[in-house]
């Protein structure tokens, strides 16, 4: 089995920044490419951000210059630093992550359950 667990959320007022985290657990031999989507109210889920096991990063024009994704491949983490955030940043925030079990071939495509991030004006 292979969870992913997110953790940072928050309310936070306009301007302000959040951290959030996402630890992979679970019988894992690789993780390759890793991203952060997030869902408003009402829409669709969208990308937000993923970095590749070689640190490769591309990001949604909306928050180009104020989010940045990171990881920790020995930790097996992933990590979204969010500044200057705005009211439509509001959303429940999902960390996703390709991952090669052990003693399996291929990779699967896993999922957090999800972190609420609430951005007041």
């Known amino acids: 089995q292979v969870q992913l667990v997110e953790s940072g959320g928050g309310l936070v007022q306009a301007g302000g920044s959040l951290r959030l985290s996402c630890a992979a657990s679970?019988?894992?031999?690789?993780?390759?490419?890793m991203g952060w989507y997030r869902q408003a109210p009402g829409k669709q889920r969208e990308l937000v951000a993923r970095?590749?096991?070689?640190?490769?990063?591309n990001y949604a024009d909306s928050v180009k210059g104020r989010f940045t994704i990171s990881r920790d491949n020995a930790k097996k983490m992933e990590f979204l630093r969010m500044n200057s955030l705005k009211p439509e940043d509001t959303g429940v925030y999902y960390c996703?992550?390709?991952?090669?079990?052990?003693?399996?071939?291929?990779?699967?495509?896993?999922w957090g359950q999800g972190t609420q991030v609430t951005v007041s004006s």
């Open positions: 679970g019988s894992i031999s690789r993780i390759n490419d």
């Open positions: 970095i590749t096991s070689g640190g490769y990063t």
């Open positions: 996703n992550a390709y991952v090669e079990r052990q003693y399996h071939s291929g990779f699967g495509l896993y």
